[in-house]
Nanobody, 121 residues
Framework: QVQLVESGGGLVQAGGSLRLSCAAS????????MGWYRQAPGEQRELVAR???????NYADNMKGRVTISRDNAKNTVYLQMNSLKPEDTAVYCC???????????????WGQGTQVTVSS
């Protein structure tokens, strides 16, 4: 059974910073891509950033310059450093990971439960 558990959310004032973490656990062969998404109330879920196993990244246009995604493969963890936060960044932030359970098989996408980020004005 594979689990993704996020941490690091909370309440922060506009202009502040937060660092989110997401750790994978369970029985699997390898983690491929990992990513962060967010969903604000009444809105669709949207991409924040993604990172490949070798560290290649891509960011949503509206987040570039304010967030940095990174990962520690030894710890099976992906991070999201968010700076200059705005009230419109308020959302539930979820991580996902494309996980290969056994060698030579296709990966499956797993999601964490999410962590609330609230930015006050």
């Amino acid at each position: 059974q594979v689990q993704l558990v996020e941490s690091g959310g909370g309440l922060v004032q506009a202009g502040g910073s937060l660092r989110l973490s997401c750790a994978a656990s369970g029985n699997y062969f390898r983690i491929a891509d990992m990513g962060w998404y967010r969903q604000a109330p009444g809105e669709q879920r949207e991409l924040v950033a993604r990172i490949s196993r070798d560290g290649s990244t891509n960011y949503a246009d509206n987040m570039k310059g304010r967030v940095t995604i990174s990962r520690d493969n030894a710890k099976n963890t992906v991070y999201l450093q968010m700076n200059s936060l705005k009230p419109e960044d308020t959302a539930v932030y979820c991580c996902n990971a494309d996980i290969i359970l056994r060698p030579a098989t296709a990966g499956n996408r797993y999601w964490g439960q999410g962590t609330q980020v609230t930015v006050s004005s």
